[in-house]
């Protein structure tokens, strides 16, 4: 009885902690949530306390709506490309900067320095070198191409914001690879040149199967990076040229905050969620059936 008792305390205490986060996290995500589900059936303009039911209205809309098919066009696009580019390259650095070699340390650092800087920070800062930076250099060398601004082209903006988002985002992937070739036996790849394997075969049968879990779980990162891509569009671009690098968030914020359409902005952001959600679980879903034990 006294164990039970001193049992029933703990677990009040542990109730009592964790109770003003549960409320504050109730109060300020899932409740919003809920209140967001129903303003997308509805009219509201975000600022009128009057508004009309218009049940799934925007829904329809939103699938006939030009603009929005544009966007997503945009982002599956972006999106492709990064996850490629990313897991491409992150696979490439985690393997050199896994081998033995001087300065090992060094090079370690400063390809991580980007993932320090927020990624407003550092979009602010290609916005100046692809503004003013390169187009100087290509004054000085008289190399002509170079002049323009890459941003002021509809493609070039798209590979120019790839080019950032590239160059902050490979950061952590290559920390998850990295951490994922130090739990690859040695003993295993010695035995194997041993017994003649080359180090592509090496790569392809040993080191790869142990590196899929971690791919997985880059992929999700990206799928979601990608799919959610706002802080470069804005301080590159802002949605242009001619709305070419439109993201799917730039065009919630601008149809909520601009527009003043915030029922069917937020229809806009529960579909856009509901994708990510379906995409994360099905990724997940495939990460235990990949690993090596």
Not at 28 to 47: A, E, K, L, N, Q
Not at 165 to 183: E, F, K, M, R, Y
Request: proline residues 3%.
């Amino acid at each position: 009885m006294k164990k039970q008792h001193k049992n029933r305390e703990r677990n009040l205490t542990h109730a009592l902690f964790v109770m003003p986060s549960f409320l504050l996290y109730t109060v300020f995500s899932i409740v919003p949530i809920f209140i967001g589900i129903f303003y997308s059936f509805t009219d509201w303009d975000g600022i009128k306390l009057d508004y009309n039911f218009v049940g799934f209205e925007n829904y329809i809309k939103m699938f006939s709506d030009s603009r929005f098919g544009h966007s997503v066009l945009f982002n599956l696009r972006y999106t492709l490309f990064l996850v490629v580019g990313i897991t491409i390259l992150s696979i490439c650095l985690g393997l050199l900067l896994n081998q033995k070699v001087k300065g090992r340390g060094f090079f370690r650092a400063a390809y991580f320095f980007p993932a320090v800087i927020s990624a407003l920070t550092g979009g602010l800062i290609f916005n100046q070198i692809y503004g003013k930076g390169i187009p100087f250099i290509g004054e000085l060398l008289g190399i002509e191409f170079l002049q323009k601004n890459i941003l002021t082209s509809p493609v070039g903006a798209q590979f120019g914001i790839l080019f950032v988002n590239l160059w902050q985002g490979v950061a952590i992937p290559t920390v998850l690879v990295l951490s994922a070739l130090q739990t690859i036996p040695q003993e295993l790849l010695e035995s194997a040149a041993l017994d003649g394997a080359t180090r592509w075969q090496r790569f392809r049968f040993l080191v790869f199967p142990f590196l899929l879990p971690t791919i997985s779980i880059i992929i999700i990162l990206n799928l979601k990076s990608g799919l959610m891509l706002y802080d470069y569009v804005m301080a590159l671009t802002t949605g242009g040229p001619a709305r070419a690098t439109e993201s799917l968030t730039m065009l919630i914020y601008t149809q909520a905050f601009d527009e003043m359409k915030f029922s069917y902005s937020i229809a806009e952001s529960i579909v856009v969620s509901g994708v990510i959600i379906v995409i994360s679980i099905v990724q997940m879903l495939h990460i235990n059936r990949k690993k090596v034990y």
